[in-house]
């Protein structure tokens, strides 16, 4: 740990008058009492706060109250010589409670040296602006000075300084001038307060099946009041979507292999969208600065918010990531090797530990069951489909505790954005977990059987007794979209495996055309207006990138484009993308079976 000398209490322990212990990061006293910690360095106060009918607030007499955390900002310690990894290292010895020393060191890593330190990898190579690559320096923890001789537009939620406010572009298709006049955002500035808007708005639009006023996700937005680390990572999610809805043309040329290249380009020559962007890059940064604190002193086993906010933020990193389309890697290096990651397999891995760790118990933590179990199945989704185009043993890691997690899937199903039925994502797990122990043979009969029992598992799923349960409860009357999606990720799952494990073909000689078939047809009775439209892009994707009929491929890429204009995730280019990578496999090798699926597992992508 860092030599660090702290000369005065935190500020805490000075206004309550108690004898300080002085610890870092935060004052162990602090903890123990549920407080959150200022820290020892200077505090900021928010001035221009308003009351509940939205008439401004007298300035506070003194400084801020303890537990008042928009405009907190975590201190960097004095220059002690040690590097980040040293200071990860600290964090994670200093970590009490539930977790493993061990396990929390692994966390920290993963965010000190990968997601701190990802670098941008442009498909055009185009030199990045000034004011993006001082977002992007590598600071530990980025102080409003330190923002403020970089660009001085990058400071977002923890700038009190009226002179120093930033300015969101407030632009027709972008954010609306809604000003939100609730006591919960009162000590937000303007810009923050507009990216917390969207996010209530759209964000949450695209995170379940179908948006309704008891959205478990909108019960994030109270949190951010009491954990700055949910506050940064929302409004960078929330930053990063608004980007992509900048449209500088009508229409994006199909005949592109990369259109996310192609939108990027244009997107940094506007000034507003270029500034959205370092916003987004900016808050990431704070974001998980806030979360290695965090990990070195959560305790799991007794904090219920604060796991679930823990998970939370790794699981919007995710997020982030799929949102984002412009490829950004970690870099790895072993040795004289350089290993490219994506960004989302790090953000998983770290959640993976978590998600290890936490209780899953349904009765326990009732007051946040509901945002918990959500967040918790999409970790779980990624996973899943994560392991389906990467190499990587994610499938096998979680496998652990698949069967917990397939009861709190069964919980969410009616709320979860792909609406795919808990049985057939088991399905995926195990052929993904099966795959990464091959190679297999032709001679490998074993493994052949075990694929043979897979897709005989996924085609006996009866959808229509599955439809007929979500029947039975409240508020579900979408019953028809719900079974063309099931039905098209039950036969995408049967292509799926014929290409992970190409060695079922020795005992169950298939045509792959009859589940693109299949697929198509149930794809084609979901229409760009039904909710479930944004929920069909992985079927889509393994269909098309199996077929070899060009008026196939041609529908396929207009569902995508289509599917881009409704949810205006970046995942959506990495699909068209490899789509395009798949076909130019195909048709270089007309007359051979070529497996696609093997090729495309290097890069790495997710889609989901």
């Not at 929390?104 to 997601?115: K, S």
């Not at 086993?301 to 796991?307: H, L, P, Q």
């Not at 299949?518 to 207006?529: A, S, T, V």
Request: with cysteine; charged share 20%.
């Amino acid at each position: 740990m860092p030599n660090i000398r702290i000369t005065k209490p935190c500020h805490n322990c000075r206004r309550r008058r108690l004898r300080c212990d002085r610890s870092w990061p935060t004052c162990n006293k602090c903890t123990l009492s549920g407080q959150e910690c200022l820290g020892y360095g200077k505090v900021f106060v928010w001035t221009q706060a308003i009351d509940s009918q939205g008439n401004p607030r007298p300035s506070p007499a003194s400084g801020r109250r303890p537990g008042e955390t928009g405009a907190f900002q975590p201190q960097v310690p004095p220059d002690s010589g040690g590097t980040r990894g040293d200071v990860a290292v600290g964090w994670a010895l200093a970590g009490t409670g539930g977790l493993d020393p061990d396990q929390i060191h692994d966390v920290q890593v993963i965010y000190a040296e990968h997601a701190h330190d990802e670098r941008v990898f442009r498909g055009h190579h185009q030199q990045q602006p000034l004011a993006l690559r001082g977002a992007m320096s590598g600071k530990d923890i980025v102080s409003p000075g330190e923002m403020a001789a970089t660009d001085k537009d990058v400071c977002i939620a923890n700038t009190p300084n009226p002179d120093h406010q930033v300015d969101m572009p407030i632009r027709a298709g972008l954010l609306g001038g809604r000003n939100l006049t609730d006591p919960l955002f009162q000590d937000l500035d303007r810009t923050s307060r507009a990216y917390i808007t969207h996010f209530n708005d759209r964000v949450c639009r695209d995170l379940v099946a179908r948006d309704s006023d008891s959205n478990p996700f909108r019960e994030l937005i109270p949190l951010t009041n009491r954990h700055p680390l949910l506050l940064q990572v929302l409004i960078a999610t929330s930053a990063i979507h608004c980007c992509n809805l900048f449209r500088p043309t009508n229409s994006i040329p199909t005949s592109l292999t990369n259109p996310g290249d192609y939108l990027a380009q244009l997107r940094l020559r506007d000034d507003s969208s270029r500034q959205i962007l370092i916003h987004a890059l900016t808050a990431k940064e704070k974001a998980i600065a806030y979360l290695r604190q965090v990990m070195g002193s959560l305790n799991l086993a007794r904090s219920e918010v604060g796991s679930v906010v823990a998970l939370a933020a790794m699981h919007f990193f995710v997020k982030f990531d799929l949102i984002d389309f412009e490829p950004r890697v970690v870099v790895e290096k072993e040795g004289e090797e350089v290993e490219k990651i994506q960004g989302w397999r790090s953000h998983l891995e770290a959640a993976s530990i978590v998600l290890e760790l936490l209780a899953l118990d349904p009765t326990r933590h009732a007051s946040t069951r509901i945002l918990r179990d959500c967040v918790i199945a999409d970790c779980f989704i990624y996973h899943i489909l994560g392991s389906t185009l990467a190499e990587t043993a994610m499938a096998s890691r979680i496998a652990r505790c698949g069967s917990e997690l397939l009861e709190v899937m069964k919980r969410v199903e009616v709320n979860s954005y792909l609406s795919c039925p808990p049985e057939i994502l088991k399905i995926i797990l195990s052929a993904s977990q099966l795959s990464c122990q091959g190679p297999y043979t032709d001679f490998d009969l074993a493994a052949a059987d075990q694929a043979r029992a897979l897709i005989v598992e996924a085609h006996a799923f009866d959808i229509n007794v599955w439809v007929d349960q979500l029947r039975q409860l409240p508020d579900v009357t979408d019953i028809k979209s719900r079974f063309h999606v099931a039905s098209a990720h039950r036969s995408a799952v049967c292509l799926y495996i014929i290409r992970a494990l190409p060695v079922v073909r020795v005992v169950y000689p298939v045509d792959a055309n009859i589940f693109v078939n299949d697929i198509l047809y149930h794809l084609g009775q979901i229409h760009d207006e039904d909710p479930y439209f944004k929920a069909t892009s992985w079927p889509t994707f393994i269909a098309g990138a199996e077929t070899r009929d060009a008026g196939h491929r041609e529908s396929t890429l207009k569902r995508m484009f289509a599917i881009w204009q409704i949810c205006p995730w970046g995942y959506i280019f990495a699909a068209i993308r490899m789509l395009k990578h798949a076909w130019q496999i195909q048709d270089t090798n007309p007359e051979s079976n070529v497996n696609w699926l093997q090729e495309l597992k290097k890069d790495g992508y997710l889609i989901v």
